[in-house]
């Protein structure tokens, strides 16, 4: 069983990009929607609720973690990989190296959390790879308007808070909730070019899986669900926008 957890339904992203290269996986998905966002928590306090969802999915079996939140990755990989050496971790980060390997010279736009852009983890990799025509922008709130649902209220926001950037090239999409949202970003920037990081993460799955010869094979697919706020609507829309 291979473990996949996000502060809520926004890793159906990554999840959707791991089935395309382990169509017979069986996944067990957890959706910590009580904690979302975790964007705007401290690093000690998401720390502490992801140790608790990784320890409750190696208590379940699983052969391999993928942190599909770019949050929980940038604050809590490094840890989690010291405390649990024994376990394969997979964590997602902001795409940012596809813009300097594809569209380096254009204007880019890097939308995520305050605390994936704040962490260390984002800052070397940003400053590795600065192309001087970038803006961060901390997108505080909008990934809890997308867990809640209502698409009045996340296009409102992205009227409020994207319409001054309408002109760049590049957007980065560096929390796994907003691939969810990409016509109604469209729809204010234009034309741009998206990336996001869950093909790269899927591939690094698959490529580790096959180095430690970790068999991943389970005959079908299987997913399972868990949310943590016991919300049953949750699941229907997690494997809505699964298909
Ligand atoms: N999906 C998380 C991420 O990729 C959501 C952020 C949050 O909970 O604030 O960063």
Redesign the pocket.
Known sequence: MIGVL???I??VSVLREIIKLIPKGHFIYYS?SV???????SKDEVYVIVKNIVAYLLDKGCIAIVL???????ICVKRLRSEYPDTLFIA?EPAYKMVHDYNPEGNTLVM?????LESEKFLALYHKYDNNKTTLLSCSG???LI?KGNMEDVNLYLENNLKKYKGVDNVVL?????PLIKENIRRVLGVVKFFDGSVGVSKELLRQLELRNINYDNNELKIDFIDSSKDDSKEKRFRELLK
């Open positions: 996000d502060s809520g926004g890793g910590d904690n979302n966002p975790y964007g705007d928590k599909a939140c770019n949050t929980a990755s940038a997602i995520a959390t305050k605390g994936t909008l990934a809890d867990e560096g929390c796994t909730h907003y």
